[in-house]
């Protein structure tokens, strides 16, 4: 927290000797802060405004705007918490955080996510990936990957290659929680071990149709792809979910959440004004 601290006061710096204390900073957030709670947006929203400072000097740097993706989803996650509006709008950012568990800490994502799609409904997608994050937790236990079953993510983006973590980063009584509801889930009929599909028929989050090999633009606010409906950017390639990009913006009109017009003002920045007035940031 005293990196970034220093980091979000003095500005960050080009220099590649300076590339593992970002490395580190990063790993030590994800290892310690909250995926979830409003109360980690701060962290977030100063991760992303330090890496996004970064990657303006490293633009070819892949790892570093990859990072910077990973904390702007996790700032817009956390924008979302205690806002009924943006139940929704949150549980895709902690699924589409999936995509970079490569780069997170597997165990955390995975159980984070699992519990979201839980918290509305999602049982199907709850199942599925609080199962991984079990198996994830037995993997951290015989500290090797080579027993994961990766058959429920074979037409996905999530990656198989996951950073296993030294020691357990979620506490043992949630974890004991999530065994016993998926052992409980297991036997009702009603949910089924597959993830949700939309249109292309495709794993609902991913950005690559495995049908086709065409890759869909992210929503700068959920990191889910867009199919149709976008709302279009004048300074940027980058679009955003026509229905998520209205949603959130009435919500920060109705809420007057600082959290949200603080993810507003920082979209606006990098992007400039929807190319469509009636999609305004106001």
């Not at 601290?5 to 802060?33: H, I, K, T, W």
């Not at 996004?52 to 910077?68: A, G, H």
Request: charged share 20%; with cysteine; glycine share 4%.
């Amino acid at each position: 927290m005293y990196a970034l601290n220093v980091f979000a006061q003095y500005g960050s710096s080009g220099n590649p000797a300076n590339f593992n204390l970002y490395r580190r900073m990063c790993s030590d957030l994800f290892l310690s802060e909250s995926f979830s709670s409003l109360t980690a947006y701060k962290t977030w929203s100063a991760l992303r405004d330090v890496l996004s400072s970064l990657v303006e000097k490293v633009p070819d740097n892949k790892e570093f705007s990859t990072l910077l993706e990973c904390a702007h989803l996790l700032a817009v996650r956390t924008s979302c918490s205690g806002h009924k509006q943006l139940f929704e709008s949150g549980v895709k950012a902690a699924v589409a955080l999936l995509r970079y568990t490569n780069y997170l800490l597997p165990d955390k994502a995975f159980y984070e996510a699992g519990i979201a799609c839980r918290s509305i409904g999602w049982n199907n997608m709850a199942f599925v990936f609080l199962n991984r994050f079990l198996d994830i937790c037995d993997a951290i236990e015989d500290g090797s990957t080579d027993m994961l079953d990766h058959s429920d993510f074979a037409d996905t983006d999530i990656p198989y290659d996951i950073m296993l973590p030294e020691d357990h980063s979620v506490q043992e009584d949630e974890r004991e929680e999530a065994k016993e509801w998926v052992l409980a889930v297991s036997m009702d009929q009603r949910v089924q071990q597959v993830l949700n599909t939309d249109e292309r028929g495709c794993y609902e989050a991913s950005l690559v149709n495995i049908n086709t090999s065409v890759t869909s633009p992210q929503c700068i606010l959920t990191g889910y792809p867009v199919l149709r409906g976008e709302v279009v950017f004048r300074n940027t390639s980058r679009v955003a979910n026509k229905d998520d990009w209205n949603v959130y913006v009435m919500a920060r009109k109705v809420t007057h959440s600082v959290e949200c017009q603080d993810v507003l003002s920082y979209l606006q920045q990098i992007t400039g004004a929807p190319s469509n007035p009636s999609y305004s940031f106001q």
